[in-house]
């Protein structure tokens, strides 16, 4: 293609020279193909001035992490005097990684190969992303089939119109035979984002199985169970010790950890849990109202300290 007379050598060398890509020369004739032009797009890419890479090989970008087999691709190519296209990882002058995407183009004066020419484009975030979305999508498989291989029958679950009755008869017994009652409110931390990664029907599944997990771990008469508002489970317990409690709350937090629901958005990398509640023996004034109002003080105190567990005793 010919060049139109209204662009000046200059302005050919001022576009070059203000890339944000790094371009570079090599001379094809000489061996390991040194470099002999280095744009500022390069110097501002790697870190390195062009006075301190002309006359080398490319090769310095790579470090000590030559073993990669885009390097192979891209020895070949250049071997058989070829353009190619790889991605890979190259280190600036301070030593940090970057995601080099190396375009090489074969330049030929009549048959013979001259030169050869050089784009550098740091595409890392792009990498990245789609490593980060890979991972996800790994996840989410992994997810699928623990769901598939599932078959324990479902426990039994309430609503929380059947907890709110189970609640008022707990307390009434309570207040009548001066036991220790328990008003538990359960959260699975971020879940939000684990339904705004994995979808909602990954969702639903994970918190059946966390609901199931809670409801074996009160399967007694004296205890009940509900799904009581998204992604919260309330349960009410009596009669139990309080450092029985703890610990039995402990156990069941470690459970839901070990059920192995993968969530990358979690610091553990798998889906927990925030308890949170209130035992007390209860007064003849004790309102079912008031438990609930005390149980979810705990749990947004606990939500804000970033802490997995606030249980109150009074
Ligand atoms: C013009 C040109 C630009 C190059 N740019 C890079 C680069 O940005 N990063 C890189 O890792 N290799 C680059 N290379 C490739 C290396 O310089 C080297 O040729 C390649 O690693 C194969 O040689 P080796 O066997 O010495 O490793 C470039 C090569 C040429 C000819």
């Given amino acids: 293609m010919s060049i139109p007379l209204e662009i000046s050598r200059d302005l050919l060398t001022q576009a070059v020279d203000q890339s944000n890509d790094g371009i570079t020369i090599a001379d094809a004739r000489q061996k390991d193909w040194p470099l002999i032009y280095a744009n500022a797009g390069f110097e501002r890419l790697t870190g390195y001035p062009t006075a301190e890479v002309l006359g080398k090989s490319c090769n310095f970008l790579q470090g000590e992490d030559t073993l990669q087999p885009e390097i192979s691709v891209l020895r070949d190519a250049l071997q058989q005097g070829k353009s190619c296209m790889v991605t890979l990882r190259n280190y600036r002058r301070d030593g940090s990684m970057f995601w080099n995407e190396l375009s090489i183009s074969a330049i030929h004066d009549e048959a013979t190969l001259t030169h050869f020419i050089g784009i550098q484009k740091d595409v890392t975030e792009r990498v990245l992303r789609d490593q980060h979305l890979r991972q996800s999508n790994k996840d989410l498989h992994a997810l699928n089939q623990q769901l598939l291989t599932q078959t324990k029958p479902p426990a039994d679950i309430r609503n929380r119109l059947y907890f709110d009755d189970q609640l008022h008869r707990m307390l009434q017994t309570a207040q009548r035979t001066h036991s220790l009652l328990s008003v538990l409110l359960i959260n699975l931390n971020q879940f939000h984002l684990f339904n705004d990664r994995y979808g909602r029907a990954a969702g639903d599944a994970c918190l059946r199985m966390v609901g199931e997990r809670i409801a074996r771990s009160f399967a007694r008469a004296s205890d009940c169970v509900a799904r009581y508002d998204g992604d919260e489970f309330a349960v009410v317990s009596m009669g139990d010790s309080i ?64 802490s997995d567990c606030e249980y109150i005793v009074s």
């Fill in 243 to 306: 450092e029985g409690l703890k610990q039995h709350l402990q156990r069941l937090r470690d459970q839901i950890r070990a059920l192995n629901i993968p969530h990358s958005d979690s610091p553990y990398g798998v889906m927990s849990i925030c308890v949170s509640g209130i035992s007390l023996i209860p007064q003849r004034d004790t309102t079912t109202s008031a438990l609930l109002k005390q149980a979810d003080t705990a749990l947004q105190n606990a939500k804000k300290s970033g």
